[in-house]
């Protein structure tokens, strides 16, 4: 059975800060991780997409790893802004890549 | 290019009744899928539809769902009878022919939440 695990479920940061949201997966046999982040009420903004055999990919100040032997992804925000709060989510393609296997989430809120 | 188009935004039902949810990919894409986010609940795959295909109907429940894809018009997702237990936030999303695999990217709709009474 697929399962998707995001650590910490909820964080509070000051703004500025650097921070680290860490995923992990079961499933072997992954296509792709893809990162979301979703606010309130809203639909999912795909952040970063990470093909099976890469190991990173950066968008801004978004950096994302892949880690396909330790069944682990961490998303890096640097320098988070109040308007980086929101739930993020991670993703795992499986099923040819077109079945996405979801974390329930890590809560983020980055203060003033 | 509008993105992923999701309709009715809320949607309320009473129990018994059916609710039918509309998307409409994003202009040139052929690949469909709904997920559905239960209440406190992590998104869940339901279903994978290319043009007038079921690809992938694995999370799916086996009764009372049911989905499509026509040749022209939005994809629905049907749900005949709704109990309570239906309420959630049902997510659409699309992706482009020629990204199989790997490469496949999913963007998403707003969703529509849907209340049963």
């Known amino acids: 059975k697929q399962e998707v695990t995001q650590i910490p479920a909820a964080l509070s940061v000051p703004e500025g800060e650097n921070l680290v949201l860490n995923c992990s997966f079961t499933?072997?046999?992954?296509?792709?991780l893809q990162w979301f982040r979703q606010d309130p009420g809203k639909g999912l903004t795909s952040l970063l997409l990470?093909?099976?055999?890469?190991r990173e990919q950066t968008s801004g100040r978004l950096n994302a790893s892949l880690d396909k032997s330790s069944g682990r992804s961490t998303l890096y925000i640097a320098a988070s802004q109040p308007g980086d709060s929101a739930t993020y989510l991670c993703?795992?393609?499986?099923?040819?890549?077109?079945?996405?296997?979801f974390g329930t989430g890590t809560q983020l809120k980055v203060e003033l | 290019n509008a993105g992923v188009m999701q309709n009715p935004r809320h949607l309320v039902r009473r129990r018994g009744q059916e609710a039918r949810l509309r998307c409409s990919p994003m202009?040139?894409?052929?690949?469909v899928y709904w997920y559905r986010q239960l209440p406190e609940e992590g998104l869940k795959f339901m279903v994978y539809?290319?043009?007038?295909?079921?690809?992938?109907e694995s999370g799916m429940p086996k009764e009372r769902f049911s989905a499509e894809f026509p040749k022209e018009g939005p994809s629905i997702l049907r749900i005949q009878q709704v109990v309570r237990g239906d309420s959630a936030a049902y997510f659409c999303?699309?992706?482009?022919?020629?990204?199989?695999?790997?490469?496949?990217?999913?963007?998403f709709g707003a969703g529509t939440r849907l209340s049963v009474l």
């Open positions: 999303a699309s992706s482009p022919p020629g990204l199989e695999g790997p490469k496949n990217i999913q963007y």
């Open positions: 993703a795992e393609g499986t099923g040819g890549g077109n079945k996405l296997t």
């Open positions: 499933d072997s046999a992954i296509y792709n």
């Open positions: 202009k040139g894409h052929s690949h």
């Open positions: 539809l290319q043009k007038e295909n079921i690809i992938d």
């Open positions: 990470i093909q099976s055999s890469q």
